[in-house]
T-cell receptor, first 118, second 109 residues
Framework: GAVVSQHPSWVICKSGTSVKIECRSLDFQATTMFWYRQFPKQSLMLMATSNEGSKATYEQGVEKDKFLINHASLTLSTLTVTSAHPEDSSFYIC??????????????FGEGSRLTVL | GQNIDQPTEMTATEGAIVQINCTYQTSGFNGLFWYQQHAGEAPTFLSYNVLDGLEEKGRFSSFLSRSKGYSYLLLKELQMKDSASYLCAVSDSNYQLIWGAGTKLIIKP
C-alpha cells in the first residue's frame, strides 16, 4: 500500500514557540491530505483538509491562523502550530487517500507526531 | 446530527472470538471503514464495507447492514497483538469521514 511519512514523531517545545510538522507521501502524489488531532482516549478529529496549490479547508472551530497548513507540492504538506500552548499538546496525524481508491479509498496515515507543550 | 456509537472498551481471552459493534446515523452513506490503532501509533486500515453483508479477510471479518445503520468487526483466534483500539468510521454524503470514538480491546491470556 501507499506510504505516508510524518516527521517529527515526538516534539517538546516551550509555550509560545512554533512547531512545524511535515507529512510526505513517499510513493504517490497526493493532491489532498488530511490533518487530524487526537486527544488521549478520544477519537480522531479532522482539523483541516490540505489542498495542493490552494488554501486548506479548515473544520469548524479550528483556528486557521494558529494552525497553518501549507501544501506546496504533491508530496508534502506541513502543519505549523503557531504560538503553541499546553492545551495544544496532542497527537497530530496526517493522512492521504489511496490514490487509486477515489473518494472512498482507504486512508493511509503517517506515523503521527506527539506534541508536548511545556 | 451525525453520530457513530461503539463500545468504549471490551475484554476477551486469547484464542477466543470477539465482536465489536458500531451503529451510525449520518447524512448519507458512502461506506464504512474499520481501522486498528495501537497505543501511540497511527491507525491502519482493516476493512471497507459499502454493500450489505459479510466481508472476510483472514481472522478479521466485517459486517454491514445499511437498513439498520449497523456494522460489526469480528476477530477470531485472538492474539495478544490484537490488543488495540478499533475505530469505526463512516463516509457521509460528502465523502467526509465521521469517526467513532474507538473501542479499546483488551486481550487476556
Amino acid at each position: 500500500g501507499a506510504v505516508v511519512s510524518q516527521h517529527p514523531s515526538w516534539v517538546i517545545c516551550k509555550s509560545g514557540t512554533s512547531v512545524k510538522i511535515e507529512c510526505r507521501s513517499l510513493d504517490f502524489q497526493a493532491t489532498t491530505m488530511f490533518w487530524y488531532r487526537q486527544f488521549p482516549k478520544q477519537s480522531l478529529m479532522l482539523m483541516a483538509t490540505s489542498n495542493e496549490g490552494s488554501k486548506a479547508t479548515y473544520e469548524q472551530g479550528v483556528e486557521k491562523d494558529k494552525f497553518l497548513i501549507n501544501h506546496a507540492s504533491l508530496t508534502l504538506s506541513t502543519l505549523t502550530v503557531t504560538s503553541a500552548h499546553p492545551e495544544d499538546s496532542s497527537f497530530y496525524i496526517c493522512s492521504a487517500r489511496d490514490p487509486g481508491g477515489g473518494e472512498t479509498g482507504e486512508l493511509f496515515f503517517g506515523e503521527g507526531s506527539r506534541l508536548t507543550v511545556l | 446530527g451525525q453520530n457513530i456509537d461503539q463500545p468504549t472498551e471490551m475484554t476477551a481471552t486469547e484464542g477466543a472470538i470477539v465482536q465489536i459493534n458500531c451503529t451510525y446515523q449520518t447524512s448519507g452513506f458512502n461506506g464504512l471503514f474499520w481501522y486498528q490503532q495501537h497505543a501511540g501509533e497511527a491507525p491502519t486500515f482493516l476493512s471497507y464495507n459499502v454493500l450489505d453483508g459479510l466481508e472476510e479477510k483472514g481472522r478479521f471479518s466485517s459486517f454491514l447492514s445499511r437498513s439498520k445503520g449497523y456494522s460489526y468487526l469480528l476477530l477470531k483466534e485472538l492474539q495478544m497483538k490484537d490488543s488495540a483500539s478499533y475505530l469505526c468510521a463512516v463516509s457521509d454524503s460528502n465523502y467526509q469521514l465521521i469517526w467513532g470514538a474507538g473501542t479499546k480491546l483488551i486481550i487476556k491470556p
